[in-house]
């Protein structure tokens, strides 16, 4: 495990496209992790603003409102609940109303337990597999896009966190990418990307006109697929070998 990672149980502090989801029209707004690693009996659910399971209550402890964005809303419990059965299982959802917009959320949950696994609009989330200094920058970068010079500079400093925690560390960040798809550790394809987005706001091709929320957004969309591709899909082949893996009694019946 590398010393960034968060312990076993304790994913560091935020939330994919197998497990990101982007929250469209309107840009994401904040990012929190999924919990991996709870304890025996309980259900994979989302992080609160405490870094706490995310559970319905009188309120939701959402870092942010998905609508306006405001930090530590309050989205309090209007009392609408009520329960679905069908493919994604026996859910119960609950319904909250943020206090400074008025937008409405919904939380739903397995029935019968507290713990949110799913949210409306939903909050883009970042798998337990990113390492905690990466994980920051994304959350920053996601919460910034208001500020599009801002949150490219994260949005940089994430890809730059996960590139040198693989070991590139020498030259400027569009050289590190260049020698990520030598070694083949992106392909050619995420090379291209990273070149045809404005991951330095100060890049000269552009100069002297600002940086938009776009181009913010396609840092962040960049970054997101890097942490994806160096981190989450390695995480699910390995778990998926090892649950396909023969049994040994199952061998030894062979
Ligand atoms: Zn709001």
Redesign the pocket.
């Known amino acids: 495990m590398n010393s960034e990672d968060p312990p076993p149980g304790r994913p560091c502090a935020m939330t994919s496209r197998a497990n990101w989801s982007i929250q469209r029209p309107g840009g994401v707004v904040g990012i929190v992790q999924r919990v991996q690693e709870l304890p025996a009996g309980t259900q994979v659910g989302l992080l609160d603003k405490h870094g706490q399971p995310l559970q319905v209550g009188p309120d939701l402890a959402l870092s942010r ?6 930090a530590d ?1 309050m ?1 309090v419990n209007s009392g609408g609940e009520f329960t679905t059965q069908g493919r994604g299982g026996h859910r119960q959802w609950s319904l909250f109303a ?6 409405a959320v919904m939380a739903g949950t397995k029935h019968g337990s507290p713990l949110v696994i799913e949210c409306y609009p939903r909050i883009e989330e970042l798998h337990a597999a990113v390492p905690q200094r990466p994980c920051e920058y994304l959350r920053q970068a996601a919460e910034s896009l208001g500020q599009p010079a801002a949150s490219i500079a994260v949005s940089a400093a994430a890809v730059d966190a996960m590139l040198k925690e693989k070991g590139l560390s020498h030259g400027s960040l569009k050289d590190r990418i260049d020698q990520a798809a030598a070694s083949h550790l992106i392909t050619d394809g995420m090379k291209q990307w990273a070149h045809q987005i404005r991951l330095d706001a100060n890049d000269q091709r552009y100069a002297p006109a600002l940086p938009t929320r776009e181009d913010a957004r396609r840092c962040l969309d960049f970054a997101i697929a890097l942490a994806d591709f160096l981190y989450v899909l390695p995480a699910r082949v390995t778990r998926g070998i090892q649950q396909s893996a023969p049994q040994p009694q199952l061998i030894s019946q062979l």
């Open positions: 409102c998905p609508h306006c964005s405001i809303p989205l943020c206090r400074t917009c008025g937008g």
